[in-house]
């Protein structure tokens, strides 16, 4: 994830979350804020109740390699806070959940929409 698609301040996460509906999918809980912006922005959410340092920047990482992956359409804000589940999940069901709750939200560019 480039630096400018991430969102860092407290007060954005705190804003975002309280001002929004989460979706519930597995072991994520997302929150989707549409905006009139250019680009769209992640923020990323690790409790300390997943593990230690270690383990939480692993599944960050993990997380941003995933959602490098595709391409998404501009104008909204997602936060991702992850669950302790995912310690019993491998890398390739991070991937599919993760992607199976962006598809439902519909914030994938138009051509991954139409390959379905």
Known sequence: MKKKNIVKESFTFNRIIKDNVPYK?????????RVDQEDYKFGLSVGKKVGNAVTRNR???QLRSIIDKKDYQNNFNCIIIVGRGVLMRTFKD???NLFKAFDSLNIYKEE???EK
């Open 25 to 33: 999918y597995k072991d994520y809980i997302i929150y989707i804020e």
């Open 59 to 61: 599944i960050k990482r």
């Open 94 to 96: 991070m991937e599919d």
């Open 112 to 114: 991954y929409n139409e």
